[in-house]
């Protein structure tokens, strides 16, 4: 499908979406078409319980006096309010309409900014990014579907009083897009498919983008002495894998000390010893999620050329049960010297996570360390799926996060971090458990990862767990892989620390 703007001059042929606002207000556009047709769409309203509502869709099939397949209204609610967001779920939604009815050509006219040309411009673009991200699918694998079960959209076109300033202000945000889509491959591929050393490969391809991509082997992580992650992946025929990549796109003159991103990537798990029941375990395929979003984000942000220094550094591992697989009991001693009683090896993100962490800040010494993980069920329990749980040791940085997070639609939420929560990880074994009692379970893995973190580095952790993945379609979010996260990241790294 091919996304194109052009100025609001009205095609004749194909659909033609307009929006409007509460009231059954008809903004430009959809003022113009109803003229056109002798009345049909104010008809059509007056037949239907579409008042013009955030969300509310109505089409006029072949309309009359017009050569236009269809004619779909958009409710935007108040005109005024529109921002980038609503644009965004605007052009999704339309997309994954006109994709479903098997209409081939659709085009979007967007009058309905509340300020000036600028603005509708920005808006313009944003209903593309929406319906960009909407058009995603995972279909690989699907050798035998129907063709009119695919999608069936060629072309969709913006409309809007400035499509140059619009096609501008799309390039970067199609760069963004290109993250997402390849985080959303990189969580719905099988773990036959992914695993460790693939999913370096996959990083690889970063290589054309200018990033510097390398990996660490078992040999190398042994020397190092990250006995906390080499433990998860040792029951596993795949090797471990310690993933680095390097954007070096800082001006000379600015801040060279890197942002660093650390993510969980364990390419299936099973619970190892400790293993997960059988229902829903093929959801695990995707608990290398936390890797995807910073090889996504990466990706991103090389796409665009960032302003900036960024590492991402993660943690591959595949937990497996087997003859060489850890056992519950078992004490590891971590790269930071630290020693961990594996209490349960069903926790082993965190232990994933506390080798990379280290390593990402002995190796890099990082300005700041955002590290992503779908690191526990709790996290599903008390945010559902709708937020992502955030735990920071800096207000700023959550702040920022938070801020990021509300933009550009992937919410996070705050919980607390403590010296009474962390008590609960000491173990009488050893330096502590890699598991608390049955309470506040996110909170207590959190806490694992910040004994990992140095005092002075600003820290925050984004437990992806419950958002991930998606059981329904949203407006800019197809149901299946998300890449969550990656737009955040993109966007707290655009507002703070780039330039
Ligand atoms: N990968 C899981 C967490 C998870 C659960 C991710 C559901 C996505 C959806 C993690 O490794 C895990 O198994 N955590 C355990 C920790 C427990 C043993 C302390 C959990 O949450 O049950
Ligand atoms: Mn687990
Ligand atoms: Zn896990």
Redesign the pocket.
Known sequence: MKISFASLTLPETGALAAPVAKGRKLLASAAALDKATGGALKRAMAASRFKGEKDQLLEVLAPPKVKNSRIVLLGVGEAKDLGPLDAEKLGGALLSHLNGVGETHGALALDAAGGGKGETAGLAAHAAYGALLRSYRFDRYRTKEKPEKKPSLKSFDVLSDDPKAAKKHYGPLEKIAGGVFLTRDLVSEPANVIYPKSLVARAKALEKLGVKVSALGVAQMTKLGMGALLGVGQGSERESQLLVMEWTGAPKTRNKKPFAFVGKG?TF?T?GI?I?PAGGME??K??MGGAGVVIGVMRALAARKAKVNVVGVCGLVE?MPSGTAQRPGDIVTSMSGQTIEVL?T????RLVLADALWYAQEKFKPRAIVDLA?????I?VALGNEHAGLFANDDELSERLSAAGKAVGEPVWRLPLGEAYDKLIDSDAADMK???NRSG?SIT?AQFLQRFVKKGTPWAHLDI??V?WSSKDQPTVPKGGTAFGVRLLDRLIAEHYEG
Not at 346 to 349: C, L
Not at 374 to 378: D, R, V
């Open positions: 364990v798990d619970g400790s997960k959801d695990m995707w608990d937990n349960n069903d926790a082993e993100g779908t690191l526990t069920g709790a599903v890699n598991i608390g379970g893995a767990a419950g991930t």
